[in-house]
């Protein structure tokens, strides 16, 4: 496969062509012609798993990211593809029987939707924590976890280009409606920040908010120049549009007009921080990425690179350095390596704590100072984003060193906290206090039962 630097300077499809999106929805990969080859099972177990989970990819993730030579493999077919072991063995039969003995439509709707419910679709309660209250009315579509940042999720923005199997989005995904907790439109959201001068940092996020068109997307962030919002100083959005389709940048329709929105941001003193989803260097070597990164360059804004660490796709510190180099190269920062959350087929994807520490500082080691500035592994968790910084003896007893680098309670950022070493361990939760730890870790209004005292 290609890597960033066979591209030269500009790598933008030559001028009048437009590429077109194309989306293939779940039901239809199974059927999908660079699959007519492989082993009928393969397509029968596409088939199962795309009936609970929800699936999507588009033509640039079929011809630009998946090598098809090393299908079922790859690693982009990994991340985007059906695959058996993503449901529970028992789950994965019972749809199987019914789909090969042709079962009428409501029992197979029936076992898809208790499917689902067992596959944890509400990640620590997280869209239903932290939605703020204005003159006592909670604003849904806004989260406030943490003092200086506001979290935007606009209704027209929770869909994706293509799906990461394990998206905690999910949910959504498969349009079960309560699940759903978004924006309407820009007023509310536009009134609370108005209503909170503490806030800096606003996050547009999704799904994937450029999704949405340049001029709804306007419609959220325009006014976020207007008066009484002088104390926004970052606006963020969180994409995965630069990996699943860089010609929103570049060739789309009103590409030219999210550069000028941009530039708008800019002019009036914001910061406009584009984070970018990348889980493989692949993604960045794709056709138009490097066009795209340079025009959103060229506007002020800065793209940081972020994503989780998962099972099959990315656990490999050889992915992570050329990662973060071939992000460098391009004028990307890197930011995060996150730990992945529990939800949907998280046991498919999931990297143990101890596992997760070794691949982050493996990594590390094989890149240079400017390369080195992703943190990780890191937890969004309840009570904060705790970073595992490594593991240590101390006093004899082997333990993860913790810390915060974002807590609900401001005075913890930054501390460092131990955790008694646990090799199988895949969430913070799974955590327990290092014996030397005279305290809980976390008290009252943490967000999270205490974890229990050290015995
Ligand atoms: C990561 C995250 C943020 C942003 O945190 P930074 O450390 O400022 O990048 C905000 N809200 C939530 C819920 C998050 O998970
Ligand atoms: S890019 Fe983000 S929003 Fe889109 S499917 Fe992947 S994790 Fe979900």
Not at 116 to 143: F, Y
Not at 261 to 287: D, K, T
Request: with cysteine; aromatic share 8%; proline share 8%.
């Amino acid at each position: 496969m290609r890597t960033v630097h066979d591209r030269g300077a500009s790598d933008a499809p030559a001028a009048g062509r437009r590429p077109k999106l194309r989306a293939v929805p779940g039901h239809r990969l199974a059927g999908l012609p660079q699959l007519a080859g492989a082993d009928r099972r393969l397509r029968h177990e596409i088939e199962v798993v795309a009936a609970v989970l929800p699936f999507k990819v588009n033509n640039h993730v079929l011809e630009e990211l998946i090598d098809w030579d090393r299908v079922p493999d790859d690693p982009m077919y990994r991340l985007t593809f059906p695959h058996r072991d993503m449901l529970p063995p028992e789950i994965f039969d019972r749809i199987s029987a019914l789909l090969t003995g042709g079962a009428p439509r409501e029992r197979l709707a029936e076992a898809v939707a208790a499917a689902r419910r067992a596959l944890n679709p509400h990640p620590g309660g997280q869209l239903e924590a932290n939605v703020p209250r204005l003159d006592g009315r909670p604003v849904p579509g806004l989260q406030h976890k943490y003092r200086e940042t506001v979290l935007l999720f606009p209704a027209q923005g929770q869909s994706c280009h293509a799906y990461c199997g394990y998206c905690f989005r999910w949910a959504q995904f498969v349009g079960e409606p309560e699940l759903r907790q978004s924006l309407p439109g820009p007023a509310s959201a536009l009134e609370y920040l108005r209503a909170h001068p503490e806030v800096s940092d606003v996050l547009v996020t999704g799904g994937d908010p450029l999704i949405m068109s340049t001029a709804r997307l306007a419609g959220y962030l325009d006014p976020l120049l207007g008066p009484g919002t002088e104390h926004l100083r970052t606006i963020r959005l969180g994409t995965k549009a630069l990996a699943w389709w860089p010609h929103r940048f570049t060739t789309d329709p009103d590409a030219d007009d999210l550069l000028r929105l941009f530039e708008r941001l800019v002019a009036a003193g914001r910061q406009v921080a584009v984070m970018a989803h990348i889980s493989h260097p692949r993604e960045l070597a794709a056709v138009g990425v490097r066009a795209a990164v340079a025009r959103l360059r060229s506007t002020g804004a800065v793209i940081r690179a972020q994503a989780p660490l998962i099972r099959h796709v990315n656990d490999d510190p050889r992915v992570w350095a050329e990662l973060w180099r071939d992000a460098v190269a391009l004028g990307i920062v890197p930011y995060y390596l996150f730990v992945e959350r529990d939800t949907g087929a998280s046991s498919y994807f999931e990297v143990p704590l101890a596992r997760a520490v070794t691949i982050y500082q493996d990594a590390v080691r094989q890149v240079s100072g400017l390369e080195r500035t992703a943190r990780g592994p890191v937890m969004s968790a309840g009570p904060g984003k705790v970073c595992v910084d490594g593991v240590a003896e101390i006093g004899g007893e082997r333990v993860f060193v913790c810390r915060f680098l974002q807590a609900r309670e401001p005075d913890r950022v930054g501390r460092p906290f131990f955790a008694r070493y646990d090799e199988r361990a895949t969430w913070f939760d799974q955590l327990r206090p290092a014996s030397f730890e005279r305290r809980p870790w976390f008290g009252a209004g943490a967000g999270l039962a205490e974890a229990p005292a050290a015995v």
